[in-house]
């Protein structure tokens, strides 16, 4: 059974509408924008008829950058760098979904996540490979991964009613307009209306 990790941001609610798996979770990990993420992911698997479910599990103190609100740890390659977020947060999902019948974490990285050495290809096929070893053996998969958003949410059908509820932003529960986060989706959106 799949299990998609859904922010409530772009990539991951176009992973949403086009995939439906069963099991749909938002972590609150402690990052400074939980509430706005576990909001939209909300909203946005309520206009896709999918069951929503919401883990905490506050890592604020290992935190570091604009989504834990404080300067950017030393190795930072940029500034919305939080240290082994994607491998954390699948470990979390692991650990959520094992007993839930749970056999694929889905994440929605896609290709240009590779600035950071968690969102590449070969990061996901090492934590793929860890994962598959433990108990359960739970496989990790990155549907998008050679993708770009644009083409994700081509591909995905994703519905602008469901954009609309979508939540990016690195330091605020409602969008702040300025950081990467909301940069990075205002860019992909108006791109796309470009194109259309």
């Given at each position: 059974?799949q299990?998609?990790?859904?922010?409530?941001?772009?990539?991951?609610?176009?992973l949403?509408?086009?995939?439906?798996?069963?099991l749909?979770?938002?972590?609150?990990?402690g990052?400074?924008?939980?509430?706005?993420?576990?909001w939209a992911?909300?909203?946005?698997?309520?206009e896709?008829?999918?069951?929503?479910?919401?883990?905490?599990a506050?890592?604020?103190?290992?935190?570091s950058?604009?989504l834990?609100?404080?300067?950017?740890?030393?190795?930072s390659p940029?500034?919305?760098?939080?240290?082994?977020?994607?491998?954390?947060?699948?470990?979390?999902?692991?650990a959520?979904?094992?007993?839930?019948?749970?056999s694929?974490?889905?994440?929605?990285?896609i290709?240009?996540?590779?600035?950071h050495?968690?969102?590449t290809?070969?990061f996901?096929?090492?934590?793929?490979?860890?994962?598959v070893?433990?108990?359960?053996?739970?496989?990790?998969?990155?549907?998008?991964?050679?993708?770009?958003?644009?083409?994700l949410?081509?591909?995905?059908?994703?519905?602008?009613?469901?954009?609309?509820?979508?939540?990016?932003?690195h330091?605020?529960n409602?969008?702040?307009?300025?950081?990467?986060?909301c940069?990075?989706?205002r860019?992909i959106?108006?791109?796309?209306?470009r194109?259309l």
């Open positions: 059974m299990l998609l990790l859904l922010s409530g941001g772009l990539e991951s609610s176009a949403a509408a086009w995939l439906r798996p069963p749909i979770l938002t972590i609150d990990y990052q400074l924008p939980a509430r706005g993420e576990i992911a909300s909203q946005i698997c309520r896709l008829g999918l069951k929503h479910h919401v883990l905490r506050d890592c604020s103190a290992v935190g950058g604009l834990a609100g404080r300067e950017s740890d030393d190795q940029m500034p919305e760098w939080w240290p082994f977020r994607n491998q954390l947060l699948v470990s979390l999902a692991g959520w979904g094992i007993g839930r019948g749970a694929e974490i889905l994440v929605g990285s290709a240009s996540d590779g600035r050495a968690d969102g290809a070969s996901y096929e090492q934590l793929d490979r860890l994962m070893l433990q108990e359960g053996g739970l496989r990790v998969k990155v549907p998008a991964i050679e993708m770009h958003s644009a083409e949410i081509t591909e995905s059908g994703v519905s602008d009613a469901v954009l609309g509820w979508t939540h990016s932003c330091v605020r409602v969008a702040c307009g300025t950081c990467p986060g940069a990075k989706r860019d959106l108006t791109d796309m209306e194109v």
